[in-house]
């Protein structure tokens, strides 16, 4: 069976380009950070087995991960692996394919008998939860709820006439006369009463029986999600005990070895430890690798034919050790203050970089303000985006740029989120308690947020509070319209000088929805006057960018406590 497959099986006449990589896989190990890139030749082999891909119904039934590695022989000769992530229309070895990870066929068997137990308890819940008893229930009680409403009804009806009757009685009548009539209005008060609580009992007989079924059916439902949770919990233990993995120095540990915690059922199966444990014990050198998506969209939004790199919670964890072996990468260098001097620290224990941090391999600057073990905080340039878009061309992110030039890059993961065009300080996290954490300030509204706008007009009023709702204009995305419908949105302003024809303002937004700066400015029932090249909503000035700036940002760190007050000077 063949797997190593030629390059001239995928293209010709390939010209290598000097193009930065698009993305590294890269994991943390005793001698540093290893990586290992996507390349613009991988991506173009990718491509080709797409091509190979949609020929062939096979591979168009279920969607899935799919990879591919250059490796390079002992020889020196580079050739190509590929695999799938987990079976492929229920197989695991597909000829021209690598192989799954040994392990899988130690609990085959187990495997095989433990999920037929899943799907019979799956079966027995559906069961339980169609009960035609849980039916009958609601039809009987809404049928008695209604009944019971109007003889409410009525006898409240006969209430108001005998208070009625009464006041009459006691004005006409008088001695044993009045005492009689009273008594019959008494009498049919009980009776009444009595045949309110005859209606309960006849319900409560009813729909007990019922009631009871209903609730020794659902302690079952209970008892079986404790039983499928305990099977499934016991199959992923002996399946990550029996999963291998074998790395670049030659050592083998297993998936309960090298993460103690636990990793998700299907840990071991994804394309990339494949592919990297088949290159180790083959005695291949990797030299890039790529996956991507084919088939139907997943429940994750995944993309046919769209790049993605190691997932958070399979992958990455096993990336160090899968990658131990190879030349680590050299730590990037911090950057210093002009003349020389070493970064001042800043209140909360991080560091502030005045000045921008180039990215290796590249013209762009991604400036860096704050930095420490938890957080890092960029000046975000205008038109790059906070994290990459869903297609290829909107890869390119400030996220993006961090994972690939930060030792723990692919740790950092975005707090919130500024508008493409927009300037200004983005604050990223490093760890999850540390988002987790920030994420609830924002949520909850503690951070304290400052933009700087030069508005295309003059504004006549001096301060005030914008309220306006907003939600997407769903037949003109990304546009954003007043609704009363929509969401909540509140902002501060104060205006700082008037030049000219143009207003610089300030805002403070209390609450964080998608361009509310942009609309509450634009809107006539916000101040009027469009921001400086905001041609999206309205501005026809021929400016050179939009004229909006996240200044300052607010907030209390995660780990330390201590208040960091963030600024990046405008920039226009």
């Known amino acids: 069976m063949v797997i190593l497959h030629r390059l001239s099986d995928f293209i010709d006449n390939y010209t290598v380009t000097n193009s930065s990589p698009s993305y590294y896989y890269q994991g943390r190990c005793p001698d540093g950070v290893l990586k290992l890139p996507r390349t613009s030749l991988v991506e173009a082999i990718a491509h080709k087995l797409m091509q190979h891909l949609a020929q062939n119904d096979l591979y168009c039934r279920e969607g899935k991960m799919y990879g591919i590695l250059l490796v390079e022989l002992p020889t020196g000769e580079q050739r190509?692996?590929?695999?799938?992530?987990?079976l492929l229309n229920g197989n695991s070895i597909v000829e021209g394919w690598v192989p799954p990870i040994l392990g899988r066929d130690e609990v085959a068997l187990e495997e095989a008998r433990t999920l037929a137990q899943l799907e019979a308890i799956k079966q027995e819940i559906i069961t339980l939860k169609q009960l035609p008893q849980r039916q009958e229930y609601e039809t009987l009680k809404s049928e008695f709820d209604i009944k019971l409403h109007f003889l409410s009804d009525r006898h409240q009806n006969y209430k108001q006439q005998r208070h009625e009757k009464r006041q009459i009685l006691c004005q006409t009548l008088t001695g044993e006369a009045l005492i009689i009539a009273l008594e019959q209005l008494d009498e049919e008060s009980r009776q009444q009463k009595i045949e309110q609580r005859r209606f309960k009992r006849l319900r409560d007989e009813t729909l007990q029986p019922l009631q009871q079924i209903i609730e020794t059916a659902d302690i079952q439902i209970r008892e079986l999600k404790q039983q499928r949770k305990?099977?499934?919990r016991q199959l992923?233990?002996?399946?990550h005990a029996a999963y291998t993995l074998v790395n670049f120095l030659g050592q083998s540990q297993s998936l309960q070895q090298l993460i103690p915690g636990g990793l998700p059922t299907g840990a071991g199966d994804c394309c990339a430890p494949k592919l990297l444990h088949y290159a180790a014990t083959h005695n291949l050198k990797p030299l890039a690798m790529a996956e991507f998506w084919w088939g139907a969209s997943s429940a994750q939004d995944k993309i046919q034919g769209e790049f993605y790199g190691a997932c958070v919670e399979r992958c990455q964890p096993l990336m160090g050790f899968l990658l131990s072996g190879l030349r680590p990468n050299p730590p990037a260098p911090f950057p210093m203050r002009e003349g020389g001097e070493s970064p001042s620290p800043a209140r909360g224990g991080g560091v502030i970089y005045p000045l921008s941090l180039q990215e290796r391999g590249r013209g762009e600057v991604l400036p860096i303000i704050?930095?420490?073990e938890w957080l890092i905080a960029v000046n975000k340039p205008p038109g790059l985006l906070s994290v990459?878009?869903?297609?290829?061309d909107r890869q390119d992110s400030v996220l993006t740029r961090l994972h690939q030039k930060l030792p723990d890059g692919m740790a950092i993961a975005s707090v919130h989120r500024l508008d493409q065009e927009t300037s200004g300080i983005l604050l990223l996290?490093?760890?999850r308690s540390s988002h987790r954490q920030l994420s609830q300030q924002f949520q909850q509204?503690?951070?304290?947020?400052?933009?700087?706008?030069?508005l295309s007009g003059l504004l006549t009023i001096d301060r005030g509070t914008i309220k306006l709702p907003l939600s997407a204009d769903l037949q003109n995305r990304p546009y954003q319209q007043v609704d009363e419908r929509g969401k909540f949105s509140l902002t501060h302003f104060r205006v700082i000088a008037r030049e000219k024809d143009y207003t610089r303002i300030e805002f403070i937004p209390i609450t964080g929805r998608t361009h509310q700066l942009r609309v509450h400015?634009?809107?006539v029932r916000g101040l009027g006057v469009s921001i400086l090249g905001d041609r999206l909503y309205g501005c026809v000035n021929n400016a050179n960018r939009l004229y909006l700036h996240a200044r300052e940002l607010r907030f209390q760190h995660p780990q330390t406590g201590e208040i960091v007050h963030l600024q990046a000077n405008t920039p226009f």
């Open 236 to 239: 992923q233990t002996q399946m």
């Open 429 to 431: 996290a490093r760890d």
């Open 521 to 523: 400015a634009a809107d």
């Open 388 to 392: 990459p878009g869903r297609y290829r």
């Open 445 to 454: 509204r503690q951070i304290y947020k400052v933009y700087e706008a030069v």
């Open 80 to 86: 190509i692996i590929k695999a799938f992530s987990g």
């Open 370 to 372: 704050y930095e420490d």
């Open 230 to 232: 305990q099977l499934s």
